[in-house]
């Protein structure tokens, strides 16, 4: 078994129509699909010359990431999507498909550090960033890297998980996005929380709701552990009071 | 070419700046047909320089080299990138 220990200071969580404490705490109460919506969240602290080209999925990291954020200098960044800017993929992929030239705004913004590196440019932050695309247990391996952040030395570490709806193309390959959302974490070093892994051989079943949205009741303090099946990993959260 | 044919073409190049570079808070009054547009002026980029170009390629159906030198010339301001078109489309 392996465990690490860390402090959650400081929490954020966007879907469409949910932002704050209460919506999440209602919405952890009884969670639900929400309705599809065009919904971005509002990131209007950016300058509108820097907001133009962001997409959805990267204002939704911005959302959540940049309150956290505030005040902090050399925050190191860990990035994590499943799936990514999926929309501006399927569009690309749209354009080759009928011979059309790409535009280089998607281009260069759909790769899987774009957000990222946007981060990087709009802080003037050059802390060590790193944007992952694990499994469904992305979420647990993004914590791994934070703890590992952490053990370096870094005071803080913040970790930005982030899922936007999936062209319609996609639904017969993508089953775990129930609706976009984002959620986001500061991490610091300390002993409140306990994350460990174990390995089974049975098949477990896997949570209803992503793991970022399936630990939302226990950071609003509804339970104290969690647990998180993927494939033959077992992730158990603990949170100590 | 008549100064009404310019600038009606100003009026349209700029509707097409501000929805190609996706500028939000700017309306075509905003922008100076003499206005710098790189750099300083409009403060657009490298990246709206290639959307932009792609945009005005696929607008008027012209082919533009981005490696030719004078292309730089023609992306001062909308004015010079209304002579490029009409040239262009007269060619």
């Known amino acids: 078994m392996s465990v690490i220990n860390f402090n959650i200071a400081q929490w954020r969580a966007w879907a469409p129509g949910l932002e704050s404490v209460d919506d999440w705490q209602a919405w952890s109460r009884q969670p639900v699909v929400l309705e599809r919506s065009d919904a971005a969240p509002d990131v209007s602290f950016l300058p509108a010359m820097q907001r133009r080209r962001l997409s959805r999925l990267a204002r939704m990291a911005f959302s959540v990431g940049w309150p956290l954020a505030d005040g902090r200098q050399d925050l190191p960044l860990v990035f994590i999507s499943r799936h990514g800017e999926t929309p501006r993929t399927f569009e690309i992929l749209s354009d080759l498909a009928t011979d059309q030239p790409l535009s280089p705004t998607q281009f260069s913004l759909s790769v899987h550090n774009a957000v990222i590196g946007l981060w990087s440019i709009m802080r003037g932050e050059t802390s060590e960033m790193t944007a992952l695309a694990a499994a469904g247990d992305g979420l647990e391996h993004g914590m791994l890297e934070a703890a590992a952040l952490l053990d370096e030395g870094a005071p803080a570490a913040l970790l930005v998980v982030t899922e936007e709806q999936p062209p319609a193309a996609y639904s017969a390959w993508i089953d775990d996005v129930p609706f976009p959302y984002a959620v986001g974490l500061l991490i610091t070093p300390g002993n409140q929380w306990q994350l460990s892994l174990n390995s089974t051989s049975q098949a477990l079943s896997k949570p209803h709701w992503p793991h970022a949205l399936n630990l939302l009741p226990t950071l609003l303090g509804q339970q104290t552990t969690c647990q998180h099946a993927w494939k033959n990993r077992v992730w158990t959260w603990q949170r100590n009071p | ?91």
């Open chain 2, 1 to 91: 070419m008549s100064d009404l044919h310019t600038n009606s073409l100003m009026l349209e190049i700029k509707e097409l700046i501000i929805e190609a570079l996706g500028l939000e808070d700017i309306s075509v009054d905003d922008i100076g047909d003499e206005q710098t547009l790189f750099g300083e002026g409009l403060g657009l980029d490298s990246v709206d320089a290639l959307e932009l170009g792609l945009a005005i390629q696929k607008k008027y159906g012209i082919k533009i080299d981005a490696d030719a030198k004078d292309t730089r010339n023609h992306f001062t301001n909308v004015a010079s990138l209304a002579a490029f078109v009409t040239a262009k489309q007269a060619a």
